[in-house]
């Protein structure tokens, strides 16, 4: 049994837009806040015990992607979660497909020289 879905089913439940189902726009803007709170997490060094820190921000940003999937009627299923990263790729790619902007201004900016 993968233990990453589980953590994530559970996630999801106490998500907080769990209630109610977000509108696309909602669901993205709370995507691209987790998406900036992962990357600040990945630039802590690995041997500086966070890794329940990295962890908590990987849950987030997939339960964000989940919503944001959802709102845009993209087929997903925690249970595909079982490789996070190939999961997380193929949603990330849909939602692109679509023409959904999965960059934030913020990225954009630490991307130029």
Avoid: W
């Amino acid at each position: 049994m993968a233990l990453y879905p589980d953590l994530l089913r559970i996630s999801l439940i106490g998500s907080p837009v769990s209630g109610s189902a977000p509108t696309k726009d909602e669901a993205l803007a709370y995507l691209l806040r987790c998406k900036g709170h992962r990357r600040e997490r990945g630039a802590v060094a690995p041997e500086s015990g966070s890794s329940a820190a990295q962890l908590a921000a990987e849950l987030s940003y997939d339960v964000a992607l989940i919503n944001l999937a959802r709102a845009c009627s993209v087929n997903c299923d925690v249970e595909r979660f079982d490789q996070p990263h190939r999961e997380r790729s193929r949603i990330e790619h849909e939602l692109t497909a679509q023409g959904v902007c999965l960059v934030d201004r913020d990225e954009e900016q630490a991307d130029r020289p």
